[in-house]
């Protein structure tokens, strides 16, 4: 009997002490061996914080892009054509494109005689990164001949994030282009002479970079 209380008395324990106040403190006893200070609370609080991050983060990455207008023309073209392969080939090459640091790229293929040529090009807004500009990209090839524009011949699309075009004319020659889209806000202006000569001054500017460029 006495070999067994001795025995009994020498098996390690576990103790949970916990009190009333806000800051609750759990104490583990092995053998007189404790590990104390383990607030409870405020390591719930942290680990909470860190997934509420996680998730935000998450959710901006993973943002879809802000649909803002398209154009698509009356002419149509035949499936399974040739016009529908140099289409898919333009569409495919502006996606895998996207990630080039200056935001813009243009395609044309088929030959420019022929009425299957399409000319195509993205651009993304100077400010957005590099993924955002490749998933609003990804977005617009998607979207532009699956849901808005199917079997068009010419098309146009505007998100706030990137434009993205195709056409069988060529675009950088259309005098009068009928996919422009004019925006237009009627918040009256407060000091008009000044924006004039605010104006005057961004349009001075843009000509001496353009006469520099040329």
């Known amino acids: 009997m006495e070999s067994d209380k001795s025995s009994s008395t020498n098996m390690p324990t576990i103790e949970v002490n916990s009190d009333k106040s806000s800051s609750k403190s759990v104490q583990w006893s092995v053998n007189e061996a404790s590990i104390t200070e383990l607030n409870l609370p405020s390591f719930h609080v942290s680990m909470i914080t ?16 802000t649909y803002q207008s398209h154009y698509c023309s009356d002419a149509t073209f035949a499936p399974n054509s040739t016009y529908q392969s140099n289409l898919n080939l333009v569409l495919s090459s502006l996606s ?35 993924e955002v500009c490749q998933d609003c990209v990804a977005t617009a090839t998607k979207n532009i001949v699956q849901q808005y524009c199917p079997r068009r011949s010419w098309v146009v699309i505007w998100y706030n994030e990137c434009m993205l075009r195709y056409s069988e004319p060529n675009y950088f020659f259309i005098m009068n282009d009928p996919s422009v889209s004019k925006c237009t806000d009627n918040t009256p202006v407060a000091e008009l002479d000044g924006f004039n000569k605010l104006l005057a001054i961004v349009f001075d500017d843009l000509v001496t970079r353009a006469k520099v460029l040329s």
């Open 50 to 65: 860190l997934v509420l991050l996680s998730l935000l983060s998450s959710l901006i990455s993973e943002a879809a892009p």
């Open 96 to 130: 895998s494109n996207s990630s080039i640091k200056s935001g813009f790229y243009n395609i044309t293929v088929g030959q420019n005689s022929s009425s299957n040529t399409i000319y195509g090009l993205f651009l993304c807004r100077g400010d957005v990164t590099t």
